[in-house]
């Protein structure tokens, strides 16, 4: 196919970490878009965390290091990674506007020799003062949560961040429905979250048990993703209580200390799992959990995980989020550890293999190719190509 007349300088996290909405959605513009991705800072300060520690040293030994020859090789065609330095305290003003005009420095060194349009897209609320800078025929903020209700966040800077950028950029494309709500909401485009179907689509019976999961009993209930403080692991952990007979085995890398990880005889943390071997051993949940709590921060979420178990044909048992709701009666929803409990034993007793092939059928429907395709065509009609 011919390459597009236009390339996507993108601003969000970092290509090879962990797997999210933005390079979901954007890698399907490959080969036949330039994508120049932009490895920013992300929207708070680095904490004295191991996570937030291991990865302070990952983008200090980035800056540091040259030996970019075998990466590069491994990279996508058509896809260049641009990591500038830049000073992790985003809240003080003076700082956000040296971090820009580092990145904007960088960004028109990059303007290949070839004359294409540019588009600006980015997933952080405090790039305003790079919108319209980089010589850019269209911009879009791609909104994939309420940032200023991220705990640890300064909530009137961010939301006026926001705000300044929503008015700035031509196009805002939103995840959640809750996300698309502004004034003016002209610009606003609902985007949902795809998946990657054919990665997740794994049928255990065609595979061996991992060895990991062997030592557990079914039925098995599980939940895989970021461990962090909007997950209600209080409320999972109540109901494995109730739930002796069922082991529940959360799976995914922690940002919250291990004292704060709530614990029964048979809730089991089995750390991160790489993203290549997750489907394999998610298909031997008997029933997934999307344990969100319900807050401020959570009711623009669209959880990734869903369309993912829902690939892999396993029964969802969520709490009450708005995006998962539209999705009744195909995911049974709990607010409690005791709803939770009924659900989770309810869709035991009436999983059947017609539910678990509708429930990839949805899936399918929602891959992310398919989204990509939505974007992709509202941007071509924005550049008028």
Known sequence: MMEKDYEIVVFTDDWNGL??????????????????WVET???RSPRLNLYDIKRSFQKLAGWLSRE????????PHNLQLIDPFQIPYNQFG???????????????RQSPKQKRKRVFLTTWPFMGGVAGKIGDDLSIYYRVDDFAEFPGVNKPLIQKLEKGLIENVNLVVASAE???QFEPDTKAHYLPHGVDYDHFNVDRNLIEKPEKLKQY?????????LLNSWLDLEVVRDSALLNPEMDYLIVGPSQLPEHQLPKAPNMHYLGPVPYEQLPELASWFDVALVPFKINDLTIAVNPLKLMEYFALGVPVVSTPLPEVIK????????????????????VLASDTPEKREKRKRIARDKSWIAMSLQ???WIEAELDL
């Open 68 to 75: 970019e020859a075998a990466e590069e090789k491994s990279r």
């Open 178 to 180: 809750k996300l698309a």
């Open 217 to 225: 009993k079914h039925p098995i209930v599980g939940f895989f993703g």
């Open 375 to 377: 974007l992709q065509g």
């Open 41 to 43: 800072i992300g929207l």
């Open 19 to 36: 797997p999210f909405s933005c390079k979901h959605l954007l890698k399907h513009f490959l080969p036949d878009v330039r994508l120049v």
């Open 327 to 346: 999705y009744k009666p195909d995911v049974e929803i709990g607010g409690t550890a005791d709803e939770i409990t009924l659900a989770i034993q309810n």
């Open 94 to 108: 003076f700082i956000r506007k040296l971090n820009a005009r580092l990145m904007i420095k960088c960004l028109n």
